[in-house]
């Protein structure tokens, strides 16, 4: 009888949100996981744009299993005059999901700066009517203000922090009384489900019945994570949540 390791999968889980990884941003969860094939022992090999396919074995009608490991995150557009950030999104993320929220800057230099996403007016119930019923808008009212003692463009941009650069959400993972709460849930517990079937795999030395290919992809939140696969692969598996009422 096989039973599922819950606990090795929220080991995962938890290991996998400490990386930051808004799409394009894939070196440091990507490393990681391979540490993690290497101790299975499955042959795998990393894509140039990003991304992993471990070869589980088995043989004939090859099936890829696949679950994403990049995020929805932010990106700089421009550096306001007074040194706050003008973001837009990267995937499906809106304004009011992420006002308040506390993020991480990295910059094409290697530095890591925090902030908070934040709407400008902030004290809504103290603005003008037809501010309080605004909606929060990337282009408008909503920007990033940083844990800096930052004034103007050019004190921010000293800080090596540019268009362009990459900007996280902090996850605000939660677990209660057996209740997980936390961002990109979506799919960062799919990949480590599949982590935790290919550790069960390799301790049981379990025959597949089928070549199965594992695919970690790295661009599913901006539409093309799994455009491309192994040749000879005949279906695609799709691991993701669906949310239903």
Request: proline share 4%; hydrophobic share 35%.
């Amino acid at each position: 009888m096989i039973v599922f390791d819950d606990k090795y999968c929220m080991e995962v889980f938890r290991k996998l949100l400490e990386r930051d990884s808004t799409t394009g941003q894939y070196e440091q969860i990507q490393q990681l996981l391979c540490v993690w094939l290497e101790e299975m022992g499955f042959p795998y090999r990393t894509l140039r744009k990003g991304g992993v396919i471990a070869d589980l074995g088995g043989e004939g009608n090859p099936l890829a299993v696949t679950a994403h490991l990049d995020d929805i995150g932010l990106m700089v557009r421009h550096i306001n005059p007074d040194g706050t950030l003008n973001v837009c999104p990267v995937g499906g993320l809106y304004p009011f999901y992420c006002v308040g929220e506390n993020v991480r800057v990295y910059t094409r230099t290697g530095k890591i700066y925090s902030g908070c996403v934040c709407r400008s007016p902030g004290s809504i119930h103290v603005t003008e009517e037809e501010l309080r019923d605004t909606l929060p808008d990337f282009r408008k009212n909503v920007c990033v203000v940083l844990d800096e003692d930052v004034r103007s463009a050019e004190d921010t941009r000293k800080l090596d922090i540019e268009t362009g650069d990459i900007i996280a959400l902090e996850p605000r993972f939660v677990y209660v009384n057996g209740y997980l709460k936390s961002r990109f849930i979506d799919d960062k517990a799919c990949a480590a489900v599949l982590l935790t079937a290919m550790k069960t795999i390799r301790e049981k030395r379990a025959v597949l019945k089928r070549k199965v290919y594992a695919y970690f992809a790295a661009y599913e939140e901006i539409g093309h994570g799994t455009s491309y696969l192994p040749a000879d692969v005949e279906d695609i598996l799709a691991i993701s949540l669906y949310y239903d009422k």
